[in-house]
């Protein structure tokens, strides 16, 4: 409303989620008359888009069609239960919409969501290149979107841990029982420089590439629940295990994608840090993969 052209994009997990930010959106110009004169009669509104009379428009799109986030270029980003969509389609799909040379001025980049799951949105929260803010199930309360009676009555019902993941903001490991806390790996991931652009690790240049290994590890899901992980490492080349160091200079994981994307997306990663070595874990559909790389 106040500056002009401004493409502003919201995106939600899914279209029922994305339908219902649309709503409440339309419904705050639809009831005051003052913000309903800002838009364009013309254009109007149609299910995913508002057409505002200075050249303004908000878009609502969703996740879950991730060729239908390509194409558009943003002023403001804001993307909806970040922890709920896939690191992969953010980085590839989503983030991308942030490099439109349609920006008169730096995007602005807005994460919304509830820590239920260690990813970007982690990355997000734990980097000194955000403002954060958190809100707990007691800010709810003042503000008058929860009672107080029902927040106690999950706290009987949570675990502990679920309890403060859910209505306390807190980021904690994604399953009891993990020989690893996720958060804890997540830590020691020897990442870029703050000056790099890329969100994640970048390949050692050169000098450094003199002096170390990079080691991958592929371990590919079997079930739809379950999560292929890729790992590198990097060790110095003189390492030995009474007195050497290895860091994990970057790892990823996704689920619920076939064969064929989880080959593109293997690749993709193998072609841009380069191992040395890729080790396979060939149980069960492991073996296709190798067989295929």
Known sequence: ILYPDEDVVVVAPTMRQSNILFSLVRNYFYNN???LGFVDKRKGFTREIIHLQNGSTLRMLTAKSEEGLLGFGVSTLIIDETASIPDEVIRTRILRMLASPRNKMKPLLVLLGTPHRVGFLYDAWTSDEYLRFRWTWEDAVKAGIMKRELVEYFRKTLTDAEFRRWFMA????????????????????????KTEKSETSAPLNPLLRSQYLVYAGLDIARYGDDETALVFIRAPRDFAFDNGVVAVHDYYRWGRRGLDETFALVLEKLNYHKPDLVVVDTVGLGAGVYDFL
């Open 33 to 35: 008359p003052y913000l």
């Open 170 to 193: 807190e980021f904690l490991p994604e399953q009891e029982g993990l020989f690893f806390n996720p958060l804890s790996v997540r830590e020691c991931v020897v990442k870029a420089r």
